[in-house]
Every structure is written in C-alpha cells, then in structure tokens.
C-alpha cells in the first residue's frame, strides 16, 4: 500500500511538473501599448484586436496604458517605459535629435490628421487659409501645431504671423473655441474632431476645417513607434503585436458598428456614436492607395523624406538625422 501510494505520488509530482514546464513554454509574451492620449478611435485597431482575442491567438499579453502626448509617450518609449506607442514622426525625429533611439514601426495616419477648425456660418462657403489673418487658433501648449503652423503659413506664401498662436491646456481648447475665445482651434481625425463636432451640435453650430494637406502638408502622422533595442531584442514579439493590430484595424474597417460597442465595452465612459464617427475617420486615413505595399501600416520612403523635410524646417533639425533612421518596414 505504502509502495503504491509512493508510486501515486511520484506521478502527481511528474504530471504538475510537466504541466509548469508547457505552460511556461508557451506563456503569452507580455507587451506594454501607451495609447499616447485617452482611448479614441486613432487607436481603436488596437482596442479591437484587444477585444476580439487577436492577440491571444498571437501568443502576445498586451497591456494598454492612458498616454499624456505624443512627444512625451515618445521619449517614456524611448526610456523602456512602455515596448510600443502611438505616436508620430514628429516626436520621433526630436527624439533622436536628442540622442534617442526610437522607430516609426507601422503608419496609422498615411497623411497628417490634422486641421484647423473654425464655426462656419449658414450659407457660408468654405473658407481658404489666407481668410483668417490675425485671427487666433487654441492649440496645446506641446503641440506640434506649434511650429508647424508657421512654416506651413510661410509654405503657402503667408507670413508666420499670419494666426496667432496661443499655447493652451488640450482639456480647455474646446469649450474656448465653442464659447469664441479664440477663432480656431487644432483639431484631429479619428480624435478630438468627432468630440468637437458633437458639442457644436449640441449647441446648434457647424464646423468647418482646413485641413493642413489640403494646404500642402504632405507628411506622416502618428503610427506605432517602438526602439531599436526593442526591434533587436524581441523582432518577433513586434512582428505579431503588428500583425494582430492591424487586423483589427481592418476588422474595424469592415465592422465600424460592432468595433465602436467593442470599444464602448472596455470603456463605458466613452459615447459610442463620437467613437463611431473617430473609426470613420480612422478608416479613411489608415490606408494608402499610393503605396507599392498594399499592406496596412506600410511606410513609403518618399513621405517620410518629405515629412523630415517639413520637420527640419519646422524645428531647425540638422543633417545629421537620415530618414532611413527614423523608420522600418517590419516583415509582416
């Protein structure tokens, strides 16, 4: 009896160890997302990969932390903060110029996202960029708007104090823009410009934008941005978290409805239909017909030398930053 009890234990003992080593060996790799702001529809192909198990299939734990800017969440990648961020090549190029190693990964924003937004009257047309001399515009205070707005002014034969530019907090740029403090105020696809749209609404007034492309702004805007120790360390951890994202930006595309409820469920403060109106926009922005690769987040080399071109004169970067630095097409 006491042989066989022995026996009883011994294969308990054989049986739990053989279980710890095969959940060790196929263990989810842990990666850690900051969103580079709140959760909105820029990063809904990540939420909905989330959602749906996409990166579970992938073998890939995925964390995702509230971010506070893009510049910042650029550098806290940088630092070995968090493995991945949204965050755009404007933040990448600045961080390298100050001795960092981040890489633009993967485009979300194939164009720059950005506008100019404005109240526009019944009846009244669209207006054009020179319409606006003296007026005001809300932008961040560490907004990238900030020096772009005057070179794009001056790229369009105006002078660069054509707006003037007040630095404010991004939580106030609405209800001053809404309640006329200022004339215009930055505004996002796929982020604050489904938000703004609302409120007008709500209070019986209409948007309109200019879009800075529209203006000659050809340029990248916020995509994944990862480091070089990171691309080096764990290539294919990077690789599956790509492949599952932008998967679910193209479920997202497919199913903008279900992908907003999606969204909502994970953060029941959200409005779906602001959510639903940011996917939209999303959906329009994140693929590029002009690229050779057909593939979602595929970054073609001569917008990313037009988007250092624009930033070198924008904030007085250097030669020394090569645009085949800033980024990796990543095997997918």
């Given amino acids: 009896m006491a042989m066989n009890l022995g026996k009883a234990l011994r294969s308990f003992a054989l049986a739990g160890a053989m279980t710890s080593m095969a959940a060790t060996a196929f263990a ?7 969103m580079s702001w709140l959760p909105q529809g820029s990063v809904g192909g990540v939420l ?47 961080n390298r110029v100050n001795g960092g190693k981040s890489v633009f990964v993967g485009s979300i924003n194939t164009v720059w996202p950005g506008a100019l937004c404005y109240l526009q009257k019944d009846g009244e047309g669209d207006k054009k960029l020179a319409d606006f001399a003296g007026k005001s515009v809300g932008g961040g205070a560490t907004s990238p708007v900030q020096n772009i707005v005057p070179t794009w002014l001056e790229q369009n034969g105006l002078p660069k104090d054509h707006l003037k530019l007040l630095r404010m907090n991004p939580a106030v740029i609405t209800s001053a823009f809404l309640e006329g403090q200022v004339d215009l105020a930055e505004c996002w696809e796929g982020a604050s410009l489904a938000i703004l749209n609302e409120n007008a609404q709500e209070t019986g007034k209409k948007i309109g934008m200019i879009k800075y492309r529209d203006f000659g702004l050809d340029m990248y805007g916020s995509g994944f941005v990862t480091t070089e120790a990171m691309l080096a360390e764990k290539p294919e951890a990077v690789d599956k978290f790509l492949d599952a994202s932008y998967r679910g930006y193209d479920y997202m595309a497919q199913n903008p409805e279900e992908s907003a409820d999606l969204i909502v469920k994970q953060y029941p403060t959200l409005k779906k239909s602001a959510v639903l109106e940011q996917i939209k926009q999303i959906n329009a922005l994140v693929r590029d017909a002009q690229a050779e690769n057909k593939d979602l987040g595929f970054v073609r080399a001569d917008r990313m030398e037009k988007t250092l071109g624009f930033v070198r004169d924008a904030f007085v970067v250097d030669d020394s930053i090569k645009a085949e630095d800033l980024y990796r097409n990543i095997s997918r």
Avoid: H, M
């Avoid at 989810?28 to 900051?34: G, K, L, T």
């Avoid at 299939?57 to 971010?67: H, K, S």
């Fill in 48 to 94: 909905v990969a989330k959602a749906k198990g996409f990166y579970d299939e992938a073998g890939l734990d995925v964390t995702v932390y509230q971010g506070y800017g893009g510049q910042r969440t650029v550098n806290e990648i940088d630092q070995g903060l968090f493995d991945i961020g949204y965050g755009d090549p404007v933040s990448v190029i600045l």
């Fill in 28 to 34: 989810a790799e842990s990666i850690s997302f900051n």
